[in-house]
């Protein structure tokens, strides 16, 4: 018995095998942490404090004193970014790059204040 392959269902079966690998590849090295933003007592501004892919909301809306912790997958050397927004408006926006391999218990947090942004444990 001769058995057909059909090269076209082949060759979407490695390529998707590949495109898998290659996502999997994306995400060695990084670890799941919890960052911490906040929106300082002296900032004296109701804020959305946005993280990466993230749009303004009111699950990010933040008063004066307010924190929120959002999961990210860090590592050392990745760059995240972080806006402030107010009425709509980016009123600031940090990137703050991992500086370790390991973040296992340590309090990572991005702190918005009357001067702007400060990235703290990163």
Known sequence: M?????????????????LGFAAQACNWGCQDTRVQLVNSQQSV???NLVGPEEGAGPGNLLAPGQ???IMLCLQ??????FRAISQGQVIGSVRCVAQSSSYDGAAVQVLWTFEG???QGW
């Open 45 to 47: 501004q109701t804020v």
């Open 67 to 69: 924190t929120r912790d």
């Open 117 to 119: 942004f400060i990235c």
């Open 2 to 18: 001769i058995r057909r392959v059909d090269r076209s269902a082949l060759v979407a079966s490695l390529l998707v095998g590949v």
């Open 76 to 81: 050392k050397g990745g760059a995240q970014q």
